[in-house]
C-alpha cells in the first residue's frame, strides 16, 4: 500500500485555463474527501465520496469546480476558468469509513498567474 | 457545523522538554471525534492522535497524549521529551456527522536544540 498519491504536485497556470487534479486514494478506502488550504490557515472541506457518489459539497466549491470519482476508485477535481483567488494546496484524503482516519496526500500546490 | 479555535499560531519548545498546544471546539452533534495532526515544512500531513468523544479515557501514543475536557469542549495535546523532528504545523480537527474534518489554523511548533 503506498497511501494515497496525487498528480501533479505543482501545476503553475495562466488565469483563465482549465485544470484537472487527479487522487488515487488507498486501495481499500471507499470514502475520498478532497480540501483546500490557502497559506497560513487549516484545510478546508470541499466535497467527499462514498463509493462513486457525491455525498457533499461545500460551499466554497463554486460552479467552477467539479470533481467526480468514475468507479469508486480514483477521483479528478477539475476547476474551470481560473482565478487567482483559487491559488492554493489542494489535499486529498482517503478513510475506510465514519470516523476513521483520514489519510492525506501530499497535495497539489496551485499557483494562478 | 463544527468550528476549531487553536489559539497559539505559534509555540517554541527546548529539545526534550514538553510543550502543550491548546485547542477548543464547538459542536452541536453528540458523536464525534477529534483529532491532532501534523504537517511537516512541504510534506503531507499525518496523524499524531484521535479521540472518539464518547470515551472518557485520554488518548495516548507514546510521546503524544491530550487532555480531553468534554466538558470545556477543549482538546489539548501534549508532547513530551520534545525532538527536532516534530517540529512542525499541527493541526487540531474535529470530524462529525458526514465525517468531513474541520480545522484550526494551525500551531507552529519549533524545537529549539
Known amino acids: 500500500d503506498t497511501g494515497v498519491s496525487q498528480d501533479p504536485r505543482h501545476k503553475i497556470t495562466k488565469r483563465g485555463q482549465n485544470v484537472t487534479f487527479r487522487c488515487d486514494p488507498i486501495s481499500e478506502h471507499n470514502r475520498l474527501y478532497w480540501y483546500r488550504q490557502t497559506l497560513g490557515q487549516g484545510p478546508e472541506f470541499l466535497t467527499y465520496?462514498?463509493?462513486?457518489?457525491?455525498?457533499?459539497k461545500s460551499r466554497l466549491l463554486s460552479d467552477r469546480f467539479s470533481a467526480e470519482r468514475p468507479k469508486g476508485s480514483f477521483s479528478t477535481l477539475e476547476i474551470q476558468r481560473t482565478e487567482q483567488g483559487d491559488s492554493a494546496m489542494y489535499l486529498c484524503?482517503?478513510?475506510?469509513?465514519?470516523?476513521?482516519?483520514?489519510?492525506f496526500g501530499a497535495g497539489t500546490r496551485l499557483s494562478v498567474l | 457545523a463544527q468550528t476549531v479555535t487553536q489559539s497559539q499560531p505559534e509555540m517554541s519548545v527546548q529539545e526534550a522538554e514538553t510543550v502543550t498546544l491548546s485547542c477548543t471546539y464547538d459542536t452541536s452533534e453528540s458523536d464525534y471525534y477529534l483529532f491532532w495532526y501534523k504537517q511537516p515544512p512541504s510534506r503531507q500531513m499525518i496523524l499524531v492522535i484521535r479521540?472518539?468523544?464518547?470515551?472518557?479515557q485520554n488518548a495516548t501514543e507514546n510521546r503524544f497524549s491530550v487532555n480531553f475536557q468534554k466538558a470545556a469542549k477543549s482538546f489539548s495535546l501534549k508532547i513530551s521529551d520534545s525532538q527536532l523532528g516534530d517540529a512542525a504545523m499541527y493541526f487540531c480537527?474535529?470530524?462529525?456527522?458526514?465525517?468531513?474534518?474541520?480545522f484550526g489554523k494551525g500551531t507552529k511548533l519549533s524545537v529549539i536544540p
Open positions: 465520496f462514498q463509493n462513486e457518489a457525491q455525498l457533499e
Open positions: 479521540q472518539e468523544a464518547y470515551k472518557q
Open positions: 484524503a482517503s478513510s475506510g469509513g465514519a470516523g476513521d482516519i483520514q489519510y
Open positions: 480537527a474535529c470530524g462529525a456527522g458526514s465525517y468531513q474534518l474541520t
